[in-house]
């Protein structure tokens, strides 16, 4: 594995996520679902997550889990971007003998919580995380999940979505990004699914970085939280 200095670390900003995600070639790339992720991804492990490559196993640390796993090279950009994996792992992605995989792998990935991809699973999974810590006694750990709006086409998420708000899962939180991919018309948006289980909720625009902190960081006592963030559309 390459070593990766501090100065490395320091090294890439925002500007530079597209030519890192440039890197990374072949089939079955899944731009679109990746690139519509960038602005959130980064604007999380820029701003907002609590950790960084020398806490990634503490258990006091935040966990982000990707959902949209089926479209994860603005993931890998960023955790490169950011030290957890090396650049020089990029130009392989999707090949034979590559960690990074179409689907990011826990076991593979620095950095990656879950494996996934398969759509409807990262919520359940993140609510079990957030129940996991509170029976542990970890108060601090946020829970976020990043889901995309078709993926709420799938049964499991509403089942999720019902049990957190009265749970009162209030360090999950999840960040849908909306690109008008979905199947299946909600009334009301997204947001009113949510705010109906008893969870907090703002929707934004998914490219203004102030929007998305603000978002990320408003205060919800006792609630879950969600946050739509909306992009251009998928076949815009």
């Known amino acids: 594995m390459t070593t990766i200095t501090e100065e490395e670390r320091r090294a890439y900003e925002y500007a530079d996520l597209p030519r890192l995600m440039g890197m990374m070639t072949g089939d079955e790339k899944h731009g679109p679902a990746a690139t519509s992720t960038l602005d959130v991804l980064w604007v999380l492990y820029d701003r907002v997550l609590r950790v960084r490559p020398e806490t990634a196993d503490d258990p006091g640390r935040d966990r982000f889990l990707l959902s949209k796993g089926h479209g994860p090279m603005a993931y890998y950009a960023v955790l490169a971007a950011k030290g957890f994996l090396p650049v020089d792992w990029l130009p392989g992605f999707g090949s034979y003998d590559s960690p990074l ?135 815009f």
């Open 101 to 235: 995989g179409h689907h990011p792998d826990r076991t593979l990935v620095p950095g990656a919580e879950i494996g996934s991809g398969s759509l409807g699973h990262g919520l359940p999974i993140g609510v079990g995380t957030a129940l996991g810590l509170r029976a542990q006694g970890l108060r601090e750990p946020g829970v976020w999940v990043l889901v995309g709006d078709a993926e709420l086409d799938e049964g499991s998420n509403h089942e999720a979505i019902a049990f957190a708000g009265p749970a009162g899962l209030e360090r999950l939180h999840t960040v849908v990004v909306d690109n008008a991919s979905a199947s299946h018309a909600r009334p009301g948006g997204i947001a009113a699914r949510f705010e109906a289980a008893g969870w907090s909720t703002v929707t934004v625009d998914g490219r203004d970085h102030d929007a998305l902190y603000d978002a990320f960081t408003l205060a919800h006592p006792g609630r879950p939280h969600l946050v739509v963030a909306r992009v251009e559309p998928k076949n």
